[in-house]
């Protein structure tokens, strides 16, 4: 099992920026890919960014891509999700996930293992 713990939400406002951390406990070897989903109040869960734990390979849903980063520190078994230019409809809960399978995935079905959740509010 691998046990996932988000932080970093909060309250900011448009045009601001959010550092989201993820810690990954227990067996953490095991841990192929990682991302980071969002849902918002009444909508899907729906992909942000990923990225491969091996090599550092990254990936993002298209409307995220130049406003957010994903990274990842092996050794400290962390994944963080740099957040610039927030809009209000970033507004969300959101999940930090690790799946076995070493390949990056957008599907929330693939994913093995979530976090909690932290919630981000963007005011306008």
Do not use: H
């Not at 400290?76 to 957040?83: F, G, P």
């Amino acid at each position: 099992q691998v046990q996932l713990v988000e932080s970093g939400g909060g309250l900011v406002q448009a045009g601001g920026s959010l550092r989201l951390s993820c810690a990954a406990s227990g067996r953490t070897f095991a841990t192929g890919a990682m991302g980071w989903f969002r849902q918002a109040p009444g909508k899907e869960r729906e992909f942000v960014a990923g990225i491969v734990m091996s090599g550092g390979s990254t990936y993002y849903q298209d409307s995220m891509k130049g406003r957010f980063t994903i990274s990842r520190d092996v050794a400290r078994n962390t994944m963080t999700l740099q957040m610039n230019r927030l809009r209000p409809e970033d507004t969300a809960v959101y999940y930090c996930a690790a799946r076995r399978e070493p390949r990056a995935s957008s599907s929330r079905r693939s994913y093995d293992y979530w976090g909690q959740g932290t919630q981000v509010t963007v005011s306008s």
